[in-house]
């Protein structure tokens, strides 16, 4: 079976402040793939990161930065300087091609001035 | 109109209406996809289509209908819902099913409310 957990549900930081999002996922394939979406109040995902289970080079983007552990089934999400604008759900996904998709529960980040 | 999109974006109706969801992507892709998205629960993967041809039912109730008539629209039809299915419902696209990197793209959503 394939899971996704996310284990921290809200996670409320001051602007500016480093924040780490985590993720472990299950899955008994070797080949799958991992995601993180951003979900702002408007309620659309917006797709931030891919990764295949055969590249665990982290990966850095501007203030968003991912790590990838295979060791350990860990996907975690860290953002730099975090800004206001960066509250909104974060979800993440393990695809287990050709079409299941499974989301976590997703962390609710709220970035205060 | 660009990426996905989803009419109505918010949808109130009563337990013995027929309602009807519309998705539509402009971004050339091979496959579509209905989730729910209800409080406090992961997103749940409802159907998908697969050159307007359904996949997956994951176990989804009668009263929710799928309908692909092409590559670019796809329909949730709705009749004698519970207040139970009150959720966030969106749509989503990709490339392909077969050797998919698993990209894709959602649609706003239609945030349902069954009275």
């Known amino acids: 079976a394939q899971k996704v957990t996310q284990a921290q549900t809200e996670i409320s930081v001051v602007e500016k402040e480093d924040v780490t999002l985590d993720c472990v996922y299950e899955t008994r394939d070797t080949t799958y793939y991992l995601f993180w979406y951003k979900q702002p109040p408007s309620g659309e995902l917006v797709f931030l990161i891919r990764?295949?289970?055969?590249?665990?080079q982290n990966e850095i983007s501007g203030r968003y930065s991912w790590n990838f552990q295979k060791s350990t089934s860990s996907f975690n999400f860290t953002i730099t300087a975090s800004q206001v604008v960066d509250s909104a759900v974060y979800f993440c996904a393990l695809s287990d091609p050709p079409s299941q998709f499974y989301f976590g529960s997703g962390t609710k980040l709220n970035v205060k001035p | 109109e660009t990426g996905v999109t989803q009419t109505p974006r918010h949808l109130v109706m009563g337990m013995t209406n027929k309602k009807s969801l519309k998705c539509e992507q402009h971004?050339?892709?091979?496959?579509m996809y209905w989730y729910k998205q209800s409080a406090k629960k992961p997103l749940e993967l409802m159907f998908v289509y697969s050159l307007e041809e359904r996949v997956e039912n994951n176990s989804v109730p009668s009263r929710f209908s799928p309908e692909c008539p092409n590559s670019s629209h796809l329909f949730l039809h709705l009749h004698t819902l519970q207040p139970e299915d009150s959720a966030l419902y969106l749509c989503a696209s990709s490339q392909d099913l077969e050797g998919n990197d698993g990209e894709q793209f959602f649609g706003p959503g239609t945030r349902l409310t069954v009275l």
């Open positions: 971004l050339g892709h091979n496959a």
């Open positions: 990764r295949n289970s055969f590249d665990e």
